[in-house]
């Protein structure tokens, strides 16, 4: 490793707007299996998959629609 390093012409990272944020969330068991089945699927890790589900309905601005029976 360099004593001292340059970053006179670093650039800003453009996707510094899209970093993840570590949280903790409680979901059921059936759940997560569920997911993880998918990604051994897909070969995609499954909380990247729950990321992408919950991504997709952020954009799609789904609403809850809950109906207790």
């Known amino acids: 490793m360099?004593?001292?390093?340059?970053?006179?012409?670093?650039?800003?990272?453009?996707?510094?707007r899209k970093l993840k944020r570590q949280v903790t969330i409680n979901l059921d068991a059936d759940t997560i299996d569920y997911f993880k089945d998918q990604a051994a699927v897909s070969g995609?890790?499954?909380?990247?998959?729950?990321?992408l589900y919950l991504s997709e309905c952020a954009l799609q601005k789904k609403k809850l629609q809950i109906s207790w029976n």
């Open 44 to 51: 995609i890790p499954y909380q990247t998959l729950i990321n």
């Open 2 to 16: 360099r004593e001292e390093y340059d970053f006179s012409s670093a650039v800003k990272n453009p996707y510094a």
